[in-house]
């Protein structure tokens, strides 16, 4: 068990719908990293926040948008969702601090979506 | 431009055998850290081992070690006495900096590993 939670485990929606998938990370850590791993695209970097600011943006879709809140849980918002959404998303978190350090990013258990 | 190489979609080994799965990066950056993580079928991501640029000695975790060639650009994982449970996909990963000072993982496409009894 990493320390990270994620809910739901599972989520299965219809296209056009909007979901919201929840992360806690582990006591202590500030940063939540957002990532997608899908069969074509492999595990792909989301976005970053650190103590509740955005941090870093990878290749997050504009349909799609996090945050991280005061108790540091991150929420990641998926809207207009289409077949190509489905994916299993995972939330990792790490201590975070800023620059070149020897972090580890812990992993949740992951949510799997899927887009009918 | 691909970052992270593994070369080896699949890798069979026998149990109690060694395994080693390989790993090649490329970066521009002195400082820099390595990763291994495991996925079982159950789909978690697990971390195992990390090695960073300038550690002096090959990380060990257990029966998990990296053999860190920083010339060859190569962080392979070891895998001693394999266990049936040993069976899942090994992703290697690099720490990559972006804008703004913070840090990301970028991920090879992973090696698929059968443990055989």
Known sequence: ?116 | AQKITQTQPGMFVQEKEAVTLDCTYDTSDPSYGLFWYKQPSSGEMIFLIYQGSYDQQNATEGRYSLNFQKARKSANLVISASQLGDSAMYFCAMREATQGGSEKLVFGKGTKLTVNP
Request: some cysteine; glycine content about 10%; aromatic content about 10%.
């Open chain 1, 1 to 116: 068990d990493s320390g990270v939670t994620q809910t739901p485990k599972h989520l299965i929606t219809a296209t056009g719908q909007r979901v919201t998938l929840r992360c806690s990370p582990r006591s202590g850590d500030l940063s939540v990293y957002w990532y997608q791993q899908s069969l074509d695209q492999g595990l792909q970097f989301l976005i970053q926040y650190y103590n509740g600011e955005e941090r870093a943006k990878g290749n997050i879709l504009e349909r799609f948008s996090a945050q991280q809140f005061p108790d540091l849980h991150s929420e990641l918002n998926l809207s207009s969702l289409e077949l190509g959404d489905s994916a299993l998303y995972f939330c990792a978190s790490s201590v975070g601090e800023l620059g070149p350090s020897t972090d580890t990013q812990y992993f949740g258990p992951g949510t799997r979506l899927t887009v009918l």
